[in-house]
């Protein structure tokens, strides 16, 4: 059992930046791909970023490609998301999941993980 926590989340003004952490525990770290995903109000969750078990393969949302970093250190059992360049439209709880995917086209699709945070807040005011 994997346990997901978390953090990094808040409000802050448009074009500004924010850097989310995950914290895995229970679990051998590096055994999983780690995805990001978010949902605002109103809208189902959607897909932002993963990075595969190794760190050697990333995947985004053409919606954050260019403005969002996904990262992970298997030493520390951390996945980051580093956002630049946030917009109104980034606003949204963002949650961790962790999953044993090997299939590229799988890491976009929330089924495949396993395990889930419990999500952490960004607000980004226009």
């Known amino acids: 059992q994997v346990q997901l926590v978390e953090s990094g989340g808040g409000l802050v003004q448009a074009g500004g930046s924010l850097r989310l952490s995950c914290a895995a525990s229970?679990?051998?770290?590096?055994?999983?791909?780690m995805g990001w995903f978010r949902q605002a109000p109103g809208k189902e969750r959607e897909f932002v970023a993963a990075v595969s078990w190794s760190g050697g393969s990333t995947y985004y949302a053409n919606s954050v490609k260019g403005r969002f970093t996904i990262s992970r250190d298997n030493a520390k059992n951390t996945v980051y998301l580093q956002m630049n360049s946030l917009k109104p439209e980034d606003t949204a709880v963002y949650y961790c999941?962790?999953?044993?995917?090997?299939?590229?086209?799988?890491?976009?699709?929330?089924?495949?993980?396993?395990?889930w945070g419990q999500g952490t807040q960004v607000t980004v005011s226009s």
């Open positions: 999941a962790a999953g044993r995917i090997y299939i590229a086209t799988m890491m976009s699709q929330a089924r495949s993980y396993d395990y």
């Open positions: 229970g679990g051998t770290f590096s055994s999983y791909a």
